[in-house]
C-alpha cells in the first residue's frame, strides 16, 4: 500500500508536468487548429533558462533563486512561443498542414540547436537540496518535488480557468474554440487570441521546463521531445481544446505510466499509447472534447 | 498535384540507370560514398511509400516507421534466431508486416484526420517501445539486431562489395517507384487520388472510402516493409530508430521537401535528405565552418539543423516542394516563348 | 404499404441536442418526376438529403429507394444501389481530368467494383460511357482539363455528367444553379429537364431561383423550419397562403 500511494503521488507529480506542456498544445489545437511539433522546445528552452540561471547566474541553491529560475524559464517559453506564431505560423494563415510541418521543422531546428550549443550530454541541475526531501504520509514516502509540480500545475490550471472564465480574451479563447468561424464572422480579431494563446502556453510549457529539469535531474536537447509524444497523448484522450478534459487526463497518463512501469520497467509507456489508441477508437472526440462537425 | 507531362515519365527510370552504370565508374568508388547512396536510395523508396498514403491517397500517418521496422526486425529475427536464408525470412517479414498493418489499418481508419494520425503515432510508438525495451525478448532492445552473416550470400557482405549493396539498393528503390507508378495509374489508384480530395464525394459515387484507404495503407506498409528487409542487408543490422516517430517525421520532410504526390519528388526528397544529413556532417571536420562564431557554427554543424532550415523555407515559400518550384519555373520559362 | 415511387421518404426527422433541423418529412416522388424543393435557408433542405443519401444518421424516419429499405445502409451501399447527388458548393475533383471525374462514377457503378490490375485509362466501357455524358453535357472539349481550371458552371455541367455517367435512378442536385450567370441558367435548366425527360431520372432539386423551379418542376415541396408545409404542382403551391407567408411573399 505504502508503496501504491508512493508510486501515485509520482505519476500525479508527472502529470503534472504533462499537463503544463498539453494545456498550451491543446489551447493553440482547440483554437486555431494547429498541431504545434514545436511545443517540446519551448520546454527546452525553458529548462536551458532555468538551468543557466540556478548554475551559472545565482548559483547558490537558494529557494529564491530557484522561484526567480521558474517565471525566468516560463518567459523564456512565452517569448519563444511569440516569436514562433509572429514569424512562422501567423504568415501560414489558414494552411493548417503547412502549419503544423513548419512546427515539425522548428522543432527539429531548436533540438540541433540545442545540441550545438549544449552538447548530447544532459547537463546537470543543482535544484534546492530541500525539493529532495521526503515527506511521510501514512507509511509511505514521498519526494517533495512531487508536490511542487502538482501545485504550479494546479495554479496553472486555475489561472487557465479564470482566464478563460472571466477576462475578454478568456471569452473569445473559448468561443474559437467552440466555433472559429462564427467568432470571425462577428467581426472579432481573433489574431490577438492567436497570439496570448501562444503566450500563455509557451509560459506553461517553459515553466514545465524548469520543473522536469529538477524531475530528470538535468536537461538534454531532447527533453523536450520525451515529453511532448505524452502531453500529445494526454490532450487526445482529454479533447483537444477542452482543459478541463487535458487536466483530468494528465493525471490518468501520468499514473499509469509510473504505475505500470514500476511492475515491468517500459510497459507504462506502451500501456500509454495504447490506452490511447483506445479511447480514439472508441471516442474519437476525447473524454471532454467537443464533437467536430 | 503536379503531374509530369507523359513525355518526361521516363526521366526518374533513366536516371537510375545512369547510377546504376556509375557505380562502375571512378565517380562513385569509394566504398564510403557507395554506402551513403545505398542508404539514400533506400530512404527514396520509403518516402516514396509513405507518399502513396500522404501524397496519393491524403493519409497523414505518424506511424510509417512501424512497417519499415516489422520488415526489418521480422527478416533479422527470423536469420538470427532461426538461422533461416534471406529470402525466406524476407517473405516472413513481408507477411508480418502485412498482418501488423491490416491490423492497425483496419483500427486506425475507423477514424479520420489528427486522431488517424495519433492512433497511428500510437501504435509505431508501442512498436518502438517492444523493440526498445526488448519486451518478450523480440529484440536486443537499445543495442542493434545483427545480421546473421551466414543467412545471406558473399557477394553482399564485406566492404570490398559495397557496390553490390548499393546496386541491390538502387533496385529496391527502381522496384518501389515502378510498384507505385502502376498503383497509382489503377482504377484503384484513381479512387485513392478522388479520397485525398473529397471523401464524401468518393462515397456518394457508391465507393467505401474504408477499404480503399486500407488497400493503401495495407500497400504502402508491405512496401516499406520490403525497404525494411533490404535495409538490414544494406546496414547489417535492425535498430530500435527504424521505429521511432523520428523515423515518420524524416520521412514527412523528405515528401515535403521533394514535391508531395509526384513520385519522383518523394525519391529526390528522400536522396537529398540522407546525402546532407550524412554529407554536412563533413562541413564541420573539414574546417568549412571555422571562421563561423560559436553561437552560429555550434548548431551549423548539426546536418540536421541545416536541413530543419531549409525544409521552412521549403513551406513557407515553395508550396510543392522541388517539384512544385521546378514545376513553376517550367510555367513561367513557358509564359516567355 | 407497397407503392411504385422511386424514393420515398415517411416521418424522416433529424434532431441536434434538441434542434429539430428536419422534422417528420414524409413524402413520395414517383418515377421520372422532377421535385422542386424551396423553402428559406436553414429550412432543412440539404439536410434532408444529407438524411437521403446517408451522409447523417436519422434520428427518426423511414427511407425507401423503391421498395428497398436503405434506412440503415452506408453512403457507398446506397449509391450503389442507385441514389446519386451534387453538393451545394461544387465539389468535383479538382485535381483530376474532367474525363476522370465522369469515368470514375461510371466505372464505380458498373459493379464489379475496382481492380487494382485495371488500368485507369484504358478501360473502355468506362470511358465511353463517361464521353456520353460529357456530349450530353457539352463538355467534351475540356475533357483532358484539370477540373479545377473549369468554370464555375463548367463545374456545375461536370457535376450532371458524373450524376448521368453514375447510372443513378434517382438524382439529388443541392442548388445547382447557385453562383451561375445569368447567360449559363437557361443552359443548365435544359440539361436537368432532359435528366428527367429524356433519361427517365427522378430529380430532387434544391433551388433558390425561383423561375427555375417553376419552370422545371413537376412538383414542388415547401420547407419550412424543418417542416414540409406543403408537397403539390406550382400552380397549387403558389395560391397557397401559408406558403405565401412563410417564404413566397419575400422571394418573389
Redesign the interface.
Known amino acids: 500500500m505504502e508503496i501504491f500511494i508512493t508510486l501515485f503521488i509520482t505519476g500525479v507529480g508527472l502529470g503534472a508536468l504533462y499537463f503544463l506542456v498539453a494545456s498550451g498544445l491543446s489551447l493553440i489545437y482547440g483554437l486555431m487548429g494547429v498541431l504545434n511539433f514545436a511545443h517540446g522546445a519551448f520546454l527546452t528552452a525553458g529548462a536551458y533558462a532555468a538551468w543557466y540561471f540556478t548554475t551559472e547566474v545565482r548559483a547558490d541553491g537558494s529557494l529564491t533563486s530557484y522561484a526567480i529560475s521558474l517565471v525566468l524559464s516560463g518567459l523564456v517559453g512565452a517569448i519563444f512561443a511569440v516569436a514562433t506564431e509572429q514569424l512562422l505560423i501567423k504568415h501560414l494563415y489558414d494552411r493548417h498542414i503547412d502549419q503544423a510541418l513548419v512546427t515539425v521543422g522548428l522543432g527539429l531546428v531548436a533540438v540541433s540547436a540545442y545540441l550545438g550549443w549544449f552538447g548530447s550530454d544532459p547537463l546537470i541541475a543543482l535544484p534546492p537540496t530541500q525539493l529532495y526531501d521526503v515527506v511521510q504520509i501514512g507509511d509511505a514516502f514521498v519526494g517533495i518535488d512531487r508536490f511542487l509540480y502538482i501545485t504550479v500545475a494546479g495554479l496553472v490550471l486555475l489561472a487557465n480557468f479564470l482566464m478563460l472564465r472571466y477576462t475578454r480574451i478568456g471569452l473569445v479563447i473559448r468561443a474559437g474554440v467552440e466555433n472559429r468561424a462564427m467568432v470571425t464572422a462577428l467581426g472579432i480579431d481573433v489574431r490577438k487570441a492567436f497570439t496570448f494563446v501562444f503566450f500563455i502556453g509557451g509560459f506553461a510549457a517553459g515553466l514545465g521546463g524548469a520543473l522536469a529539469t529538477t524531475y530528470a535531474s538535468g536537461v538534454g536537447p531532447t527533453l523536450g521531445d520525451a515529453f511532448l509524444i505524452y502531453a500529445f497523448i494526454t490532450v487526445v484522450i482529454g479533447g483537444m481544446g477542452s482543459i478541463p478534459g487535458t487536466a483530468i487526463a494528465a493525471v490518468i497518463v501520468g499514473t499509469t505510466q509510473v504505475l505500470v512501469n514500476y511492475y515491468v520497467q517500459g510497459l507504462g509507456d506502451f500501456v500509454v499509447v495504447l490506452l490511447l489508441a483506445v479511447v480514439l477508437l472508441t471516442r474519437p472526440q476525447g473524454l471532454l472534447g467537443k464533437v467536430a462537425h | 498535384m503536379i503531374l509530369l507531362p507523359s513525355k518526361y515519365r521516363f526521366v526518374p527510370l533513366i536516371f537510375m540507370l545512369i547510377a546504376g552504370f556509375g557505380a562502375f565508374t571512378p565517380l562513385i568508388d569509394e566504398p564510403g560514398l557507395q554506402q551513403t547512396f545505398a542508404v539514400a536510395f533506400l530512404f527514396g523508396g520509403l518516402a516514396l511509400t509513405y507518399d502513396l498514403l500522404l501524397g496519393f491517397t491524403g493519409l497523414l500517418s505518424f506511424g510509417h516507421a512501424l512497417f519499415y521496422a516489422a520488415g526489418a526486425y521480422g527478416a533479422a529475427f527470423a536469420m538470427a534466431r532461426w538461422d533461416w536464408g534471406i529470402i525466406p525470412a524476407g517473405i516472413f517479414a513481408l507477411f508480418f508486416a502485412f498482418l501488423v498493418a491490416l491490423f492497425t489499418g483496419t483500427a486506425a481508419l475507423r477514424v479520420k484526420g489528427i486522431a488517424f494520425a495519433m492512433v497511428t503515432l500510437a501504435f509505431a510508438e508501442a512498436g518502438h517501445v517492444i523493440v526498445t525495451l526488448n519486451l518478450w525478448g523480440l529484440s536486443e532492445g537499445d543495442k542493434t539486431l545483427q545480421l546473421n552473416f551466414d543467412s545471406v550470400p558473399d557477394f553482399f557482405l564485406g566492404v570490398a562489395n559495397t557496390r553490390n549493396l548499393y546496386l541491390l539498393a538502387l533496385i529496391t528503390l527502381a522496384i518501389i517507384y515502378l510498384a507505385v507508378w502502376w498503383l497509382t495509374q489503377s482504377s484503384v489508384g484513381r479512387v485513392w487520388q478522388a479520397l485525398r480530395e473529397n471523401e464524401e464525394r468518393v462515397s456518394v459515387l457508391g465507393l467505401r472510402p474504408f477499404s480503399f484507404k486500407l488497400i493503401a495503407f495495407v500497400l504502402a506498409g508491405v512496401m516499406a516493409a520490403f525497404v525494411g528487409v533490404v535495409a538490414v542487408v544494406v546496414t547489417n543490422n535492425a535498430n530500435p530508430v527504424m521505429a521511432s516517430t523520428q523515423t515518420t517525421i524524416s520521412l514527412l520532410l523528405m515528401v515535403i521537401l521533394g514535391g508531395i504526390a509526384t513520385r519522383w519528388g518523394a525519391v529526390i526528397g528522400g536522396l537529398i535528405y540522407v546525402v546532407l544529413s550524412q554529407r554536412l556532417t563533413t562541413l564541420d571536420t573539414q574546417g568549412a565552418l571555422a571562421g563561423l562564431p560559436e553561437w552560429i557554427g555550434g548548431p551549423m554543424s548539426e546536418p540536421a539543423f541545416i536541413l530543419g532550415v531549409i525544409f521552412i523555407l521549403v513551406v513557407m515559400f515553395s508550396p510543392g516542394g522541388i517539384a512544385g518550384a521546378l514545376y513553376r519555373l517550367r510555367l513561367k520559362i513557358a509564359s516567355f516563348k | 404499404m407497397t407503392s411504385n415511387a422511386a424514393i420515398r421518404v415517411s416521418d424522416l426527422s433529424l434532431a441536434i441536442g434538441g434542434a429539430k433541423i428536419v422534422d417528420g418529412v414524409t413524402l413520395e416522388v414517383a418515377p421520372g418526376e422532377l421535385l422542386g424543393i424551396i423553402g428559406p435557408n436553414g429550412a432543412g433542405k440539404t439536410s434532408l438529403f444529407n438524411l437521403i443519401?446517408g451522409?447523417r444518421p436519422a434520428t427518426r424516419g423511414k427511407i425507401f429507394l423503391g421498395d428497398d429499405d436503405i434506412t440503415t445502409e452506408?453512403?457507398?451501399?446506397?449509391?450503389?444501389?442507385g441514389?446519386?447527388?451534387t453538393?451545394q458548393t461544387s465539389?468535383?475533383?479538382?485535381?483530376?481530368s474532367v474525363l476522370?471525374n465522369v469515368r470514375?462514377?461510371a466505372?464505380?457503378?458498373m459493379g464489379g467494383?475496382?481492380?487494382?490490375?485495371?488500368?485507369?485509362?484504358s478501360?473502355k466501357p468506362a470511358i465511353e460511357k463517361a464521353e456520353q455524358a460529357l456530349e450530353a453535357v457539352g463538355l467534351s472539349d475540356k475533357k483532358f482539363s484539370f477540373a479545377g481550371s473549369l468554370s464555375h458552371g463548367d463545374k456545375r455541367r461536370l457535376e450532371i455528367a458524373?450524376v448521368l455517367a453514375?447510372d443513378a435512378k434517382v438524382v439529388m442536385l443541392d442548388e445547382p444553379m447557385a453562383g451561375m450567370s445569368v447567360e449559363n441558367v437557361p443552359v443548365l435548366t435544359e440539361i436537368i429537364r432532359s435528366l428527367s425527360r429524356d433519361y427517365n431520372r427522378t430529380v430532387l432539386m434544391v433551388e433558390h431561383h425561383m423561375h427555375v423551379v417553376l419552370g422545371l418542376a413537376d412538383r414542388i415541396a415547401v420547407m419550412h423550419q424543418g417542416e414540409l408545409l406543403i408537397c403539390a404542382d406550382p400552380q397549387t403551391v403558389i395560391n397557397d397562403p401559408t406558403v405565401q407567408s412563410a417564404y413566397l411573399v419575400e422571394s418573389l
Open positions: 443519401s451522409l452506408s453512403t457507398a451501399s446506397r449509391a450503389s444501389k441514389l446519386g447527388r453538393f465539389s468535383v475533383f479538382t485535381m483530376l476522370e470514375l462514377a466505372e464505380a457503378a467494383s475496382m481492380k487494382i490490375t485495371r488500368r485507369a485509362y478501360f458524373i453514375s
